[in-house]
């Protein structure tokens, strides 16, 4: 084991056979790539068909950057991962978008690996990789021989393979790559609170959905998890500015869980740093304890301006009615969504407990009854993932799923020990942080089954696997 983690770590090999024709050959498709953009842009002026058209140049743009930088191609698809609309009515046809953007990044590694070696990964990502992998087999055995749902299954199994994105970062990312890889994930952030704002202040409505999912939640605290571990005063500042649009965004997502999930990353944030600190810079560590108050400032900060955005007798009373119905079964409107969420947790665990070892497979569909109209329905989703879990992977999908997790943060853990390189610790630290805070979410809603998040969190723990495996000496 040892020494095929060695391996891992090792920089990439030399070119292969026919590497110089190889790169000739990445050349002359570069160029064309660069050539159809202008082009497609043009026909799209000067034709009627001008939106089809300026998709495809859209497409043309995303393809040649992807080309000049492979890394761009995992940035964009989880950028298109974040903005799958589950409630748009094409759901279909935005996972086919986003499947296809997958195969294309599959083809720039086989493509790369013509004169680029692949990078082995390291026994700590692969264990439980191969563990869950299995359990997501499983659970798709036994939602086919069960009858279920293709389409419930196939967006089900598009979530759940989360994990695999890493195996792909772990081949175009590294130490030098994490510069470039929290600007990607703070650009995606701010894509994410301007159009949530923008929502907002069109329809003067709470929203949920795509308009306000967990991604900036995750951002905010990868960027305090920079903050504490910067050694620069104008990077920490930067990224204390930075907070004030991510925790607007999730101020306005009137949201428990997401709410309850930032404040235990951002916890677990500090309480890890605090220890490296004390490892690796202890001169530092007091004065790190004045970003404690600069964070209340900065949250003290995106309250008064979400006031001004909102009204703040109007922001107060909103987010005072949302934590007082938390536990409230009273017919209301705040308080309705308990009392469904209780019906739905019954006839989920009903159901569970009629395969509680394999679970009912991928697909499986419960059928409720909605509490205002009487209508039926029939959906497969459960606000608890580990409910949902269980109920459609058992108790073997849940064991396989802690068993993944536990590896991952067992392998941060000890890198933060480990490793000098403030960067490297900032994303080791960060991902354990962000999985703590996920997990909290997790327990009010299903996030994971979803590819906006399962595709942040993976991006998150896939640059982090990339620093690990780029590392001269990994255990």
């Not at 759901?91 to 004169?115: G, P």
């Not at 700590?124 to 036994?142: D, I, Q, R, S």
């Not at 949530?196 to 900036?216: A, D, E, K, S």
């Not at 159901?351 to 009912?360: F, M, Q, R, V």
Request: hydrophobic share 55%; aromatic share 12%; charged share 10%.
């Amino acid at each position: 084991m040892a020494h095929s983690e060695a391996a891992a770590g090792t920089a990439d090999v030399g070119p292969a056979a026919g590497g110089p024709a190889a790169k000739g050959w990445s050349w002359v498709l570069l160029i064309g790539a660069a050539t159809l953009a202008p082009v497609v842009l043009l026909l799209a002026l000067a034709t009627d068909a001008w939106w089809p058209l300026l998709l495809l140049c859209g497409a043309a743009a995303l393809g040649t950057w992807s080309l000049v930088d492979v890394r761009a191609a995992f940035v964009v698809a989880v950028l298109l991962a974040t903005f799958v609309d589950y409630n748009s009515g094409r759901l279909t046809l935005e996972l086919s978008v986003l499947c296809a953007w997958l195969a294309w990044t599959a083809l720039l590694l086989l493509w790369r690996s013509a004169w680029k070696g692949w990078v082995l990964p390291p026994s700590g990502m692969l264990t439980g990789l191969l563990v869950w992998l299995g359990a997501c087999t499983l659970g798709t055995t036994v939602g086919l021989l069960s009858g279920n749902r293709m389409q419930d299954l196939g967006l089900e199994l598009a979530a759940a393979l989360w994990p695999a994105l890493g195996l792909g970062m772990i081949q175009v990312f590294g130490r030098k790559s994490a510069v470039y890889a929290g600007l990607a994930l703070v650009a995606i952030g701010l894509a994410h609170t301007g159009f949530g704002l923008t929502m907002l202040q069109i329809y003067h409505q709470r929203l949920g959905g795509v308009y306000f999912t967990t991604v900036t939640g995750i951002v905010a605290v990868w960027l305090w998890t920079v903050a504490l571990l910067a050694p620069k005063r104008r990077i920490r500042m930067l990224c204390l500015l930075g907070m004030v649009p991510m925790l607007a965004h999730l101020l306005f997502s009137f949201t428990r869980g997401y709410w309850l999930g930032c404040f235990a990353g951002l916890i677990v944030a500090t309480v890890l740093s605090w220890r490296t600190l004390r490892r690796f810079e202890p001169s530092a560590r007091s004065r790190r304890l004045l970003l404690l108050p600069a964070l209340l400032v900065i949250m003290a900060a995106t309250v008064g301006l979400s006031g001004l955005y909102f009204g703040g007798g109007d922001l107060g009373s909103s987010i005072g009615r949302r934590f007082g119905s938390s536990f409230s079964t009273e017919v209301s409107g705040e308080t309705l969504s308990n009392v469904a969420r209780l019906d739905e947790y019954d006839r989920a665990i009903g159901a569970a407990l009629e395969s509680p070892l394999i679970g009912k497979g991928f697909g499986y569909t419960i059928i409720t009854k909605d509490l205002l109209t009487g209508a039926i329905t029939e959906h497969w989703v459960i606000h608890n993932y580990y409910l949902l879990t269980w109920l459609k992977l058992g108790l073997l999908g849940l064991a396989a799923f802690g068993f993944l997790l536990w590896r991952q943060i067992r392998a941060a853990l000890r890198f933060v020990e480990e490793d000098s390189s403030w960067l490297g610790r900032v994303w080791a630290i960060a991902a354990v942080a962000v999985t703590c805070q996920v997990l909290v979410i997790l327990l009010t809603n299903y996030s994971l089954a979803n590819v906006n998040t399962a595709f942040t969190f993976a991006y998150v723990w896939g640059v982090f696997w990339a620093i690990r495996s780029d590392a001269p000496r990994v255990r």
